[in-house]
């Protein structure tokens, strides 16, 4: 399953953000490394589903809808805090960073509040700059990228020479276990000096820089948005990181808790909720949930966390949700199920990629492929979109 790895400095909301998205129960407390070996859970993107627009009653297998909403299953990864020199060991760093080998994509959940200093230690509120966090987490990543890259670097040199190798592919061997793609690497590579035998540790970290925006991007949550301190930290931050997105882990936690119960009417995503038993609320619960609703529903239009979750795999990521169909008139598995499965795949991808996404066999055997919807063939280059339904025709 696609993983996406929450990182950021110890004492920000990791595993807040964690709980929140995956409805787990890890240790969440007010002091650094509460959070030491890594946890994983399952989380949801949502996008709209068909069944709405078609209006059908949808069977989902590998997924759920709720209210004409598909949650895909996506794995999340909650990690120790790093710290600066994190990729030189400290903090048990580099431990910690090679539990974020597998992820796709980084959620940087940063403290907007800055009431924690830069090793994560409670500090007065507003005290602390959320800025400078940003950019010792990436210049770590970086860094520990670099560490991995340029391991044996000197003999590898001297084996692509003598052995003629392709560089690329000896880059992509160094960096196995990342699930960087070759192709990621000749597109770093390309604005770099090409004579390889050349390069040192600037050009190397440039590489990886280049690698890391392409393979593994990165997501900025502001989290600790219902803290007062947070509003101006957040405003400043965003005209540098445009992308930025304010966010209350705490809130997700409460609105999702109280929705439990049945207290509430809200799912994650939601911009408002209602309240559905006014009469088992007690002031102090009406008053958070009053809290919530103005001084971060309102104003940033969510909680942040579904908000993030899907901007990390539909916008950084670029993918698209299509669902393969057996039987393209009733859109349907073989075994009746109407719209069973929603695949996450790059968007622009063609038919033949979503048949190898679904199985080996069936991308092997594929012949051509049905657009559902207008149950029309389409073309083999046809680049598949957000919703598509396809049935794939196989030989054999
Ligand atoms: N006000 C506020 N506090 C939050 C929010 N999210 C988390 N916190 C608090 O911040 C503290 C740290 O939360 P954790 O989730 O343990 O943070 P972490 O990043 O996992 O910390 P480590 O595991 O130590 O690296 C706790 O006291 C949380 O209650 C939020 O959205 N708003
Ligand atoms: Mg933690």
Redesign the pocket.
Known sequence: MLQIAVT?K???????FFNSATSSKVE???Y????IDANKAVAHVVTDCPCAELDLTCNPRNSKCVDGKRFIPIELI?V??LVPGAHEGKGLGNKFLDDLRQAKVFIH?IDASGSTDVE?RPVDAGTHDPLEDIEFLENEIIMWMYGILSKNWTRLIRKIEAEKLDISKVIHEQLSGTGIAIEHIIEAKRPINPDYFKWEKKELIELVSNLLRIAKPMLIIA??A??PSSEENIKRMKEKYPNLIPA????ELALINASKVGLIDYKPGDASFNILKEEELNDNQKKALEYIKTNILEKYGGTGVQKALNAAIFDLLNMIAVYPVEDEHKLTDQKGNILPDAILIEKDSIPRDLAYMVHTDIGDKFMHAIDAKTNMRIASDFKLSNGDIISIITHG
Do not use: R
């Not at 650094?32 to 959070?35: E, Q």
């Open positions: 950021g110890p004492n920000v909301g990791k595993s807040s969440m407390a007010n650094p490394f509460t959070t909650d120790a805090g959940v994560g989290n600790k219902d803290l209350s882990a705490e809130s």
